[in-house]
C-alpha cells in the first residue's frame, strides 16, 4: 500500500490547570460558524470541557470519530483520587451521549484541528487558552494511504444513519450528474 507523509497535528492536554472558562468552546464554535465568527454556541463546539465543579474536576475532551454503536462496555478511570464518570476520556461521537453532535442536526461534529487556507500557526482553542491548558505541536510521519478514505467512509456512514441510504445515494447521483 502506498505511504505517503503527513503531518501530524498534537494538542496536549494540561487538565490540572484548566479552570473552566470555556473559552476554548466559545472560539471554536464561533472560528466554526457560518460566515465564520456570525456567532458562538458553545454546544456547537469540537471540544467540550467535562466538568464537575464540587469535586473540581475540569476536562478538555475533543471531538473525535462518530460511531453507529456504542462500546459493550464502560470505562471509569479514577486518577489522583478523582472518579471520573464513563466515557469521560473519550472522544467518540456514539449514540449513548449528546456530546459532539450538532444541536440542531444531530449531525456528528468533529475536531479539524482548525484546518484553514493558509494555515494557522496554532489552533484557534490553544491560542485563546490563557492558562495554557492546550499545547500545539507537529510532526511528520509515514501513514498509509488509506486513512482519509477510511475518515470520507466514517462520514458517509454518519450521513446514511441520519437520513437513510435512498437519501443518501440519490443526493450523489444527482450531484455527480451537475458535476
Ligand atoms: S480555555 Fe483553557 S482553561 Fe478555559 S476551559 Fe478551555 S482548556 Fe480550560
Ligand atoms: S483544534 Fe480547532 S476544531 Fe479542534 S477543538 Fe480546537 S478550536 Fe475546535
Known sequence: MA???????????DADKCNGCRSCEIICSSFHATPRYSSNNPA????QVLTNRLENKWLPVFAGEYTPAE????????????????????????????LFKEPDSGLPLKCDMC???????????????????LTYEER????????????????????IDKFGMDKIASTVARLAQKS
Open 44 to 47: 456547537r463546539s469540537r471540544i
Open 71 to 98: 462500546c459493550m462496555g464502560r470505562d471509569k478511570y479514577v486518577i489522583d483520587g478523582k472518579e471520573y464518570d464513563e466515557c469521560d476520556f473519550c472522544r467518540a461521537v456514539c449514540p449513548s451521549r449528546d
Open 115 to 133: 484546518e484553514d487556507d493558509p494555515p494557522l500557526d496554532k489552533p484557534k482553542c490553544v491560542e485563546w487558552c490563557l492558562s495554557d491548558v
Open 3 to 13: 505511504k505517503i507523509t503527513k503531518k501530524i497535528k498534537t494538542i496536549k492536554i
Open 140 to 159: 511528520e510521519e509515514e501513514v498509509e494511504e488509506e486513512v482519509e478514505i477510511e475518515a470520507v467512509e466514517a462520514g458517509l456512514i454518519s450521513l
